[in-house]
């Protein structure tokens, strides 16, 4: 059976869960991934007043899922891609453990449908 101690337990793991748990987090990044956006277009379609969407910003950013750069009063935000690893680490780990109960449940259930015919 494949269990990652680590991933269990992992702080970055659960600060990027956090960060993706919110619905207006979700949709930033969804729109980051199209390219760079200055923070007023990606508060825009939120209906949030400014301060909130930093707010947001401030988690996705502590998260390690964007990076924002200042030029002048413009700041501007990019998605960092490889932030998402360790989740699709996790992910793996969790359908790979899964798949193995699922696979041994219908062992079961074959042996036992056999058995029962006899």
């Given at each position: 059976m494949?269990?990652?101690c680590?991933?269990k337990?992992?702080?970055?793991?659960?600060r990027?869960f956090?960060a993706?748990?919110?619905?207006?987090?979700?949709?930033?990044?969804?729109?980051?991934?199209?390219?760079?956006?200055?923070?007023?277009?990606?508060?825009?379609?939120?209906?949030?007043?400014?301060?909130t969407?930093m707010r947001?910003?401030?988690?996705?950013?502590?998260?390690?899922l964007?990076a924002?750069?200042?030029d002048g009063?413009?700041?501007?935000?990019?998605?960092?891609?490889?932030?998402l690893?360790?989740i699709?680490?996790?992910?793996?780990?969790?359908?790979a453990?899964?798949?193995a109960r699922?696979?041994r449940?219908?062992a079961?259930?074959?042996k036992?449908?056999?058995?029962?015919?006899k």
């Amino acid at each position: 059976m494949i269990v990652s101690c680590m991933t269990k337990h992992d702080p970055d793991l659960s600060r990027l869960f956090h960060a993706l748990a919110d619905p207006t987090r979700r949709s930033i990044v969804t729109r980051l991934v199209e390219g760079p956006a200055r923070v007023t277009d990606l508060s825009e379609p939120t209906g949030l007043r400014l301060p909130t969407v930093m707010r947001h910003l401030s988690v996705l950013e502590e998260a390690g899922l964007i990076a924002s750069s200042k030029d002048g009063r413009v700041r501007t935000c990019a998605i960092v891609p490889e932030a998402l690893e360790p989740i699709r680490t996790w992910l793996d780990e969790q359908r790979a453990i899964w798949k193995a109960r699922l696979d041994r449940l219908e062992a079961f259930a074959m042996k036992a449908m056999k058995e029962r015919k006899k």
